[in-house]
């Protein structure tokens, strides 16, 4: 005798409706594989790729009251949904940044503007955020994204064209950029 | 005597890890439909005090105490004028069962207070979650509790 998923559902949404959730979170299918998506009162703070591991990094920038509530992220899940059907180009989501640090911040700032389906340099970035020789910096920033594909560091490849390195997996950077149409052969000949 | 440092977990494998327990525990007491209600107030007490856990041992033993509890305020709302003689009931732990034998003739509440804190070693705001009361109520019946247990010493 077991918890329905109804009583379940009904508590996760007494929970989320009485203001005592940190983080609300569900998981959504993608083309890349199963992604945790996870939101606080501020708005979008983490899309990852190992929802376990994320689940801790939560309750650790968040706090401990993480809990699983699917309607919260009906709007974001619908965003990516359009996305990875090619049908949006950019996202119009709130976003919760507050555990980054400045230059990280900045970094991500900076990423932001890179519009859809062009790709950058860690150089080039390192450069906007006004640090030119702080490629590998940015680097860092980029590998420690926690919103990857809504802000996009899959459009940051090395100087030589190469795609060079992803926290989710190259392959999954490469099927991001085929999405969005990024050619890197002829931007990178 | 302290006892090593656990992580609190993230609320969701906590609720996942005791929850079909819980609702046993609620549904054997009280029958099914009434359970639906109980578990609810048993975990939305959890999620009220979980913040003000200090560290994650002994949370089985916590949950189970809310949801004894909220059981207890079930009843005592239908029948108000009816004493509960049932006192409520702990796990079984090695901690508890220091503790057992020297707690058993206390008033429920005093009792759960007391295991509580001095078996489980948890901060009054989760006690008082516990209890369906606040921290100052959870520290009362603790205080009182012992007062109790002193007197009870020296006569």
Known sequence: MNVSTDLDRRFREAADREGLVDVAYDLADSPVGELLVAVTGRGLCRIAYRPDDAL????GDFGTRVLRVPRRVDR??????????????????????????????EALDELARVPYGEVTTY????????????????????????????LPCHRVVGSNGKLVGYAGGLERKELLLKLEGALLDTLFP | MMEAAVTIPPFE????????????????????????DAFQETFLRALRAY????????????????????????FRREQPTVELE?????????????????TDTLPPTERAAVVLRYAYDLPYAAIGAALG???????????????????????
């Open chain 2, 133 to 155: 009361s606040s921290e100052d109520a959870a520290r009362q019946a603790a205080s009182a509790g012992v007062r109790r247990l002193r007197r009870r010493e020296t006569t």
């Open chain 2, 13 to 36: 494998r906590f609720y996942a890890e005791h929850r079909d327990e819980v609702y046993r525990l609620l549904a054997r007491r009280m029958g099914r439909q009434r359970a639906e």
């Open chain 2, 51 to 74: 913040p003000a856990l200090r560290h994650g041992t002994h949370l089985r033993a916590w949950v189970l105490t809310i949801a004894r509890n909220v059981a207890v305020d079930a």
């Open chain 1, 76 to 105: 974001v899940r619908r965003e990516l949904d359009e996305y990875f059907e090619g049908r949006r180009r950019e996202f119009d989501l709130e976003l919760d940044l507050t555990p980054v640090g400045a230059f990280h911040r």
């Open chain 1, 56 to 59: 801790d990094e939560l309750a």
């Open chain 1, 123 to 150: 150089g080039a970035l390192a450069a906007k955020v006004g640090h030119p020789k702080s490629a590998r910096a940015i680097g860092g920033a980029m590998n420690r994204n926690p919103i990857p594909s809504v």
């Open chain 2, 86 to 102: 049932e006192p409520i009931e702990l796990p079984r732990r090695p901690a508890f069962a220091q503790l057992e034998h020297l």
